[in-house]
C-alpha cells in the first residue's frame, strides 16, 4: 500500500448515491444535472456563464476555438504568448488552430510566467497571452489583466490546477476573458472526468455552448442578445460553427454537484497541508518551494533542487520510491524538453533557464482535501537528512 499517494479520493456515499440516482433514472446525455452543475459552479466562481465539457483539456480546445469565431478575434498564423511551463493540453489546441506561440520564461519561486518579461515579449502581432496558474499558486493576474485591457490583447486563463486560490479575495478563473477548470482524479473536486469554460461575456458563451456540440443550435438560449440567429436558424440540426462532441454527461454533473458541496472544506484543508509543508521547507539547503503571498489553494508540493546533482536526484527517488512515496514532473515540465515542441510553430523569448531548471532538477508530491500531516512530516524527516 502506498503510503503517499499523488492522488487522494474525495468521495463518498454522497456521490454513489447520485450515481445511482442518475442510473435509475435511465437519463445520461447532457441533461437538467449539467445545467444546474455549470449555474452552480459559475456562481461559486462569481461568472455570469458556465460551459461543461468532457474534460479540462476539452474545456481549453472549445475556448481557443471560440475566439476564431467571434469577430474573428484570432486568426490563422496569430501570435500567442505562453508560459514555458504549463501542461500538454494548454498548448495543443494552439497548435491545432494553427498559432504561432511565443514561448517565455517563468519566475523560479512560484514557477508561473515572468511578467516582466511578458511584458517585453508582447509586439503589435501578439494577439492573446495564455496564463497559467501553476499548482494552486495564482500568477500575477491582476497585472497582467490590465495590461491586455490597455493594448487590447486576449487573456485567457489556464486555471484547471488552481480552483480556491485567490488574488487580494479575488478568486482565479475569473481574470480571463475565458477561464478553464478540470475535474479530473487528482483535481481539487473530481467528476470522474469533466471540465469547464468560463466567461462574462454572453456572445462568447453562446460559441461555446454550441461548439461543444457538434456546432450545432439546438443548445443556444433563446435570448438573441450580440448573437446573430433566428428562430429558423434555431432547429434541431442547423450547423452555425465546425463544432466537436465534447459534451460531459449527467453522471458526471451529478457527482459534480455533491463535490461542490465539499469545495470549502477541500480548499480549507489544501490550504493547512500546505502551510505545514512551507513552514517546513522554507529554509531548506537543498530546494527551492514555490512561494507565494496569496491564497494558494495548493495543488501539490513543487521540490526543485539548488545545485543540480544527478546522483543526489536518483538518490531522492529511490529513497521515495523505498518509502512509498509517490512524485513526478513538475506539471507538464517546460514544453521545449518534450518532442512535442516540434509540431509547433514557436519561438523562445531570449531564454528559458527556469523552466529548464524546474525541468532538469524539480519535481512534485501530492496534496489533498484531507488530513496530511502525517506524510508531510516524514517527507520533510527523509528529505533534510539526506547526506
Partial sequence: MTFYPLNFSTWDKKENLALKKVIKSNFFTMGSKVKEFEKKFANYLGRKYAVMTNSGSSANLISIASFFFKNKKLKYKDEVIVPAIGWSTTYSPLQQYGLKIKIVDVNLTDLNINFELLKKAITKKTKMIVVVNILGVPCELDKIRKLCKKKNIILFEDNCESLGSEINKKKTGTFGDISTHSFFYS???????????????????CILKSI???????????????LEIDEKKRNLYKFLYPGY????GELNAAVGLEQLKKLKYLERQRITNWELF???????????IQETSCKNSSFAFTLILKKSNVKLKEKIFKILKENKIE????????ITKHPYINHFDYEIFKSLPNANKAHKDGFFVGNAGIDLTKQIKKLHNLLENIR
Fill in 187 to 205: 483535481h481539487h473536486i473530481s467528476t470522474m472526468e469533466g471540465g469547464m469554460a468560463l466567461t462574462d461575456d454572453f456572445e462568447t458563451y
Fill in 212 to 226: 461543444r456540440a457538434h456546432g450545432w443550435a439546438r443548445d443556444l438560449p433563446k435570448s438573441k442578445k450580440n
Fill in 245 to 248: 462532441n465534447v459534451r460531459p
Fill in 278 to 288: 512551507y513552514k517546513l521547507f522554507k529554509n531548506s539547503k537543498l530546494f527551492h
Fill in 327 to 334: 512524485y513526478r514532473m513538475i506539471t507538464g515540465g517546460c
